[in-house]
Nanobody, 121 residues
Framework: QVQLVESGGGLVQPGGSLRLSCAAS????????MRWYRQAPGKERELVAG???????NYADSVKGRFTISRDNAKNTVFLQMNSLKPEDTAVYYC???????????????WGQGTQVTVSS
């Protein structure tokens, strides 16, 4: 069994910063790519950023230069540092992690429970 626990969301003024965390726990053999998605009201879920096991990263155009994804492999944790936040960044943010459990051969994608980020004055 695998759990993904997210933290760090909240209310912030435009121009402010937040740091999201997502920690994986359970009978984990290895972790591959880790990603952050977000879903705003009335919109589809969209990919925000991803990071490979080797540290390669990719970002949505809308967040490039403002958001930074990183990971701590020893702690099975992925982070999203969000700077210069805008009202349009308001959404529920979800982590998505490719995990191979100790008794499985294949990687499976797991989702966090979501954390609300609201950017408003």
């Amino acid at each position: 069994q695998v759990q993904l626990v997210e933290s760090g969301g909240g209310l912030v003024q435009p121009g402010g910063s937040l740091r999201l965390s997502c920690a994986a726990s359970g009978s984990i053999s290895s972790i591959n790519t880790m990603r952050w998605y977000r879903q705003a009201p009335g919109k589809e879920r969209e990919l925000v950023a991803g990071i490979t096991v080797g540290g390669g990263t990719n970002y949505a155009d809308s967040v490039k230069g403002r958001f930074t994804i990183s990971r701590d492999n020893a702690k099975n944790t992925v982070f999203l540092q969000m700077n210069s936040l805008k009202p349009e960044d308001t959404a529920v943010y979800y982590c998505n992690v490719l995990i191979r459990m100790s008794h499985n051969r294949d990687f499976v994608a797991y989702w966090g429970q979501g954390t609300q980020v609201t950017v408003s004055s």
